[in-house]
């Protein structure tokens, strides 16, 4: 039983600090708890209102009131809702740890009172960690929020300058162009990209034009650094990752301006050309030494024949502007060099009936998976239809009060993820079974006349071809040597392994 005025820690906790969000929560807390005082005749010890989350520990007044309750200075705490005391595990733990060592008598709430006995603790720890599952909850669905956003190509979080967050249509937000400053930011992009002028020129020339931060305030020199280096203003961007998504707002400036932009201030190196003084060359870009790791350059030398005839000839040789390494690659011609590739484009090539064993496997797969799926078509429509009388006769125990809201919301969302897994696995037409058998066909089918194909392409297929093959290509000693994309290496390395033609996986799945 509660000695009359016995004291009483009052503790009050909303989640934001910010005057505009959550204004009324402490007023409304501290009503109802003044309530509970009066109606217990407790003697009441107010605390500073706390204005921090509760989802981690560290909140200071908490900590604070903590230890004034094991030092035993009130043996009560007087609070609107468990879930403003603690939503994380080890605060809730060291609120019931101080009921089952007595320092604490009672925890006091609007609806109920928790005491020292094991039914009551057992309850609170059940609300603890239901406020600590509705607190993970959130967060999920905030996170999923944020996703599908991204998906959709809406931009999460406040616009960046240059634009305005609006709503576009019911339950749809995304970003649009300030009427005042997009054309200011657009600007700025086509001033900088001139190459003319540094960085100091531009952010004086945002500042003339009238450009300010989103707070209204001058512009600093290092926001105008930041407008300049954010892709979100040609249409892409990030948001609490790597991947980069494609917006479905309105760009500011184009690809092409942004990337001139990011040469011109030196941010970006810009793409070695295969040409030297203005002249094309088909081997040059794709390869770097062997001995120094620069790159490959080309040059003409011109000789006069005893005829009088005047004929040229292309060389190939290292830059060899290493300061470290005494590069001593010899040059070589352009007729051995393409000798050489010919040979590797050689090793990838198969013969036609190689080419026709493997796509007459990869047809017979595909039969497979295409009846495969036939099969389990009469399964998936008997789930979908269980699905269905079962959400049915849910929405009947619900309507009648057999179950509660929860209960209802928890199988309803498994039976909606019935109904639209096979409805997808029902709907899909083997549209990707058979692009991927397309794309094996016309694979095999190439790789026959590969060498024939390199040999009539001209410099910037033939270049476009390498790239194509393979990576890393390196000149070293008058030989090559480069690594093979996927999937020409399994064409590269099939004489070392003893059965090297294509066949399904022994351990495939079902299809979807």
């Not at 270049?463 to 008058?478: D, H, T």
Request: hydrophobic content about 35%.
């Amino acid at each position: 039983m509660n000695l009359p005025k016995s004291k009483c820690f009052i503790y009050l906790r909303r989640s934001q600090d910010r005057e505009d969000r959550q204004s009324l929560s402490i007023q409304k807390q501290d009503t109802q708890v003044q309530q509970i005082i009066a109606r217990n005749e407790l003697a009441p010890i107010t605390l500073p209102a706390e204005e921090r989350s509760a989802k981690y520990p560290g909140r200071p007044i908490f900590n604070d009131m903590m230890d004034r309750v094991d030092s035993g200075e009130a043996r009560h705490i007087a609070v609107w809702a468990l879930s403003r005391l603690s939503r994380n595990p080890i605060d809730g733990g060291r609120v019931i740890f101080a009921l089952d060592r007595g320092k604490l008598l009672a925890i006091h709430t609007p609806t109920r009172t928790y005491r020292n006995t094991p039914d009551d603790k057992m309850v609170l720890a059940i609300e603890l960690a239901l406020a600590k599952k509705n607190n993970d909850d959130l967060s999920v669905q905030v996170k999923e929020g944020f996703e599908e956003k991204r998906t959709n190509g809406e931009y999460p979080g406040p616009a960046p300058i240059g634009y305005l967050n609006a709503i576009i249509r019911p339950g749809v937000r995304n970003i649009v162009p300030d009427p005042d400053k997009a054309l200011m930011v657009k600007s700025i992009f086509e001033y900088a990209a001139t190459g003319n002028y540094t960085l100091d020129d531009i952010h004086r020339y945002a500042k003339q034009i009238g450009l300010r931060s989103r707070q209204d305030k001058p512009l600093a020199k290092q926001t105008t650094v930041e407008i300049l280096k954010r892709r979100v203003y040609c249409g892409v961007f990030k948001y609490g990752g790597e991947e980069w998504h494609q917006g479905s707002y309105e760009t500011l400036v184009s690809t092409e301006l942004y990337n001139q932009v990011q040469v011109a201030l030196g941010w970006v190196k810009q793409r070695a050309r295969n040409s030297t003084h203005g002249r094309a060359y088909a081997y040059k870009g794709p390869f770097v030494c062997g001995t120094c790791n620069h790159n490959v350059t080309a040059y003409i030398h011109q000789k006069k024949l005893s005829t009088g005839r005047l004929v040229e000839y292309t060389y190939y040789t290292c830059t060899k502007k290493s300061k470290t390494i005494s590069c001593k690659e010899p040059q070589i011609s352009e007729e051995q060099l393409e000798t050489l590739i010919l040979e590797e484009v050689e090793r990838i090539k198969i013969s036609k009936e190689e080419a026709t064993i493997c796509i007459e496997l990869l047809r017979k797969y595909h039969e497979e998976q295409v009846n495969n799926r036939v099969t389990r078509l009469e399964v998936w429509k008997k789930d979908q239809l269980d699905a269905r009388k079962k959400l049915d006769k849910l929405l009947d125990l619900r309507m009648n009060g057999e179950i509660n809201a929860e209960q209802f919301n928890g199988y309803k969302l498994k039976y909606e993820e019935v109904l639209a897994r096979t409805a997808a696995l029902i709907n899909d037409t083997n549209t990707d079974a058979n692009e991927w058998l397309e794309l094996a066909e016309n694979f095999f089918s190439n790789t026959v006349t590969l060498v024939s194909t390199f040999e009539m392409a001209n410099e910037s297929e033939k270049r476009q071809l390498l790239m194509e093959l393979g990576s890393n290509w390196v000149l070293s000693n008058k030989k090559i040597r480069f690594t093979p994309r996927k999937p020409y290496d399994l064409l590269v390395n099939r004489t070392s392994e003893t059965f090297w033609r294509a066949r399904p996986d022994s351990n495939r799945r079902s299809p979807p």
